[in-house]
């Protein structure tokens, strides 16, 4: 019974060090969150600058958000001819003490059929799901067709 009861004492005292590491999100920033909004029911494209400033990647694998029914990470790409595709990006690492932009003409996430009516200056909250099952919440600034950049 002694034996049984010092080995629990032993493992309640471990159980505290498990949860020291820190979620991959508690080291990520968001900066410059922004939707480029197009007309109709087209689909928007979300923009933001992610910072780890942790010791080891964060990888960023999904998004999502009540006001568009479905949020997917993307990648233009510009091809060798000119012409320009776009893909489905399953995970994007952003590296230890590095940052990754989410930018026109780049990686960015494809925001479709939005839940309700939405204009230029309204805030939509987007929720970034890491690796790890952690959680980052940012709001993004809904921004008309012609804008460039939010900087």
Known sequence: ??????????????LPITSLQAAQADHVTASHAWIRLLPGNLPA????????GGATA???V???TDTYASA???QSVQEVDGTSRMT???HLTIPAHGEVSLAPASYHLMLQQAARALKAGDNVDITLDFSDGSQLHTRFLLRPANAVDIN
């Open 1 to 14: 019974m002694k034996s049984r009861f010092l080995l629990l004492l032993l493992i309640a005292g471990l």
């Open 45 to 52: 494209s979300g923009y933001v600058t992610l910072r780890n």
């Open 58 to 60: 964060a990888t960023l």
């Open 62 to 64: 999904a998004a999502h």
């Open 72 to 74: 997917m990470i993307h």
């Open 88 to 90: 489905m990006v399953e």
